[in-house]
């Protein structure tokens, strides 16, 4: 998977945060794919082609407003963020840095797309509300809380262990978005996905990224396990997924992984450098090891009178109830009768137990050389005949 850089499009910081920056070299008609884009964000992404990418996964600066040094009981240095691109001069100024690329964002979403931003308590309430004010539509808040976070030194606040996510549709009248909601809860061992994660640990160990000296990359790398309960819940093989913070290059790496394409947004050439040769060593997954578990409501609807009508049931076979308690005869145009009562599998198997609603998939069993068997496996059975 090919990994290109462009030359920055601005330099100046200022000018960056607002949006002035100059034309971009990515011509409107091309979507860069699997390539890191070195420059600013916002003026790469008014480049990009509109509705073009199907997800955003940002972590922008959190503009953490640090009064001073960190050190611990020891005296010992704490590496914290105090890099320029985490410094706004005002509330206003990084308000309006939000909203400029949360914009740009919003331009190159598909109709159907959805955004990821992570923050703290510094940044993601300013966020939330800028997010909703420029026609976002919010899913969840997820709370990431970290099993390992970094302590309060001083013990005059309470440990910051945990980070926000907001998940938001590109609108709020957009009828579809990608959730993978039966490949999250198989993930959880057959439960419902919560809004807390806690199994997701700080990026530490052979995962942090270092440079020469054995210093961190980037001082807010975050875990590959995080963007990859992310992609594979709110995204498909082939997506596109834009990052436009690129930093070293995490979403990228899992994106190569996961078989989605990414296009990655950084203005830093010492990042772009880390996280090119990060992705190069990435070895991707093979195709069917992507597929993840459906929901039957996203199969093909197969009416039962097309099992008829192919001969995998008769007309004047019987059907019975899990216990065999009832019967009920398969007509030809696929209705059931028991009785003086005809109907659908669904409707008959609602008389038969006085039910207001059945699934007759389920209900409903034929015999076979192994006792009685849902009808529904006939329509797996038809799926796979029908190269459905």
């Given at each position: 998977?090919?990994?290109?850089?462009?030359?920055?499009?601005?330099?100046?910081?200022?000018?960056?945060?607002?949006?002035?920056a100059?034309?971009?070299?990515?011509?409107?008609?091309?979507l860069?794919?699997?390539?890191?884009?070195?420059?600013?964000?916002?003026?790469?992404?008014?480049?990009?082609?509109?509705?073009?990418?199907?997800?955003?996964?940002?972590?922008?600066?959190?503009?953490?407003?640090?009064?001073?040094?960190?050190?611990?009981?020891?005296?010992?240095?704490?590496?914290?963020?105090?890099?320029?691109w985490?410094?706004?001069?005002?509330?206003?100024?990084?308000?309006?840095?939000?909203?400029?690329?949360?914009?740009?964002?919003?331009?190159?979403?598909?109709?159907?797309?959805?955004?990821?931003?992570?923050?703290?308590?510094?940044?993601?309430?300013?966020?939330?509300a800028?997010?909703?004010?420029?026609?976002?539509?919010?899913?969840n808040?997820?709370?990431?809380?970290?099993?390992?976070?970094?302590?309060?030194?001083?013990?005059?606040?309470?440990?910051?262990?945990?980070?926000t996510?907001?998940?938001?549709?590109?609108?709020?009248d957009?009828?579809?978005?990608?959730f993978?909601?039966?490949a999250?809860?198989?993930?959880?061992?057959?439960?419902?996905?919560?809004s807390?994660?806690?199994?997701?640990?700080?990026?530490?160990?052979?995962?942090?990224?270092?440079?020469?000296?054995?210093?961190?990359?980037?001082?807010?790398?975050?875990?590959?396990a995080?963007?990859?309960?992310i992609?594979?819940?709110t995204?498909?093989?082939?997506?596109?997924?834009?990052?436009?913070?690129f930093?070293?290059?995490?979403?990228?790496?899992?994106?190569?992984?996961?078989?989605?394409?990414?296009?990655?947004?950084?203005?830093?050439?010492?990042y772009?450098?880390?996280?090119?040769?990060?992705?190069?060593?990435?070895?991707?997954?093979?195709?069917?090891?992507?597929?993840?578990?459906?929901?039957?409501k996203?199969?093909?609807?197969?009416?039962?009178?097309?099992?008829?009508e192919?001969?995998?049931?008769?007309?004047?076979?019987?059907?019975?109830c899990?216990?065999?308690r009832?019967?009920?005869?398969?007509?030809?145009?696929?209705?059931?009768?028991?009785?003086?009562?005809?109907?659908s599998?669904?409707?008959?198997?609602?008389?038969?137990?006085?039910?207001?609603?059945?699934?007759?998939?389920?209900?409903?069993?034929?015999?076979?050389?192994?006792?009685?068997?849902?009808?529904?496996?006939l329509?797996?059975?038809?799926r796979t005949?029908m190269?459905?």
């Amino acid at each position: 998977m090919a990994i290109k850089t462009i030359e920055p499009v601005q330099k100046n910081a200022a000018k960056a945060r607002s949006g002035t920056a100059s034309k971009s070299p990515v011509k409107a008609s091309a979507l860069p794919l699997d390539q890191i884009l070195v420059g600013d964000c916002i003026a790469l992404m008014n480049s990009l082609p509109e509705a073009s990418v199907d997800l955003v996964f940002a972590d922008p600066p959190y503009n953490l407003q640090l009064g001073g040094d960190l050190v611990r009981p020891d005296n010992s240095h704490v590496d914290a963020v105090d890099n320029d691109w985490d410094k706004f001069d005002s509330f206003a100024a990084y308000d309006q840095f939000t909203r400029d690329w949360l914009r740009a964002a919003r331009r190159v979403l598909k109709p159907d797309g959805a955004i990821w931003v992570i923050g703290s308590y510094h940044n993601i309430f300013r966020v939330g509300a800028a997010i909703q004010d420029l026609g976002f539509w919010i899913l969840n808040d997820v709370v990431w809380n970290k099993s390992n976070p970094m302590p309060n030194f001083k013990g005059t606040r309470l440990a910051n262990a945990h980070e926000t996510l907001i998940w938001a549709a590109r609108s709020k009248d957009q009828k579809k978005y990608t959730f993978n909601y039966d490949a999250l809860k198989t993930a959880n061992d057959d439960l419902q996905m919560r809004s807390d994660w806690w199994t997701l640990p700080i990026c530490s160990g052979g995962e942090r990224m270092k440079n020469d000296d054995g210093r961190k990359s980037h001082p807010t790398q975050k875990p590959e396990a995080l963007l990859h309960r992310i992609l594979v819940g709110t995204t498909n093989p082939g997506a596109v997924v834009l990052d436009p913070f690129f930093g070293t290059g995490t979403t990228g790496a899992v994106a190569r992984l996961l078989g989605r394409h990414y296009i990655g947004l950084e203005r830093d050439k010492d990042y772009v450098e880390v996280a090119t040769r990060r992705i190069a060593n990435v070895r991707a997954a093979a195709g069917e090891d992507l597929l993840v578990s459906t929901s039957k409501k996203a199969e093909p609807r197969v009416p039962f009178g097309a099992l008829v009508e192919h001969g995998l049931v008769r007309p004047g076979d019987r059907l019975y109830c899990p216990r065999n308690r009832h019967v009920a005869r398969v007509r030809a145009d696929g209705s059931l009768s028991n009785g003086d009562a005809t109907g659908s599998i669904h409707r008959m198997g609602a008389h038969v137990q006085n039910a207001p609603a059945c699934n007759g998939w389920t209900f409903w069993h034929f015999k076979s050389d192994q006792g009685l068997a849902p009808i529904d496996l006939l329509r797996r059975k038809f799926r796979t005949q029908m190269g459905l």
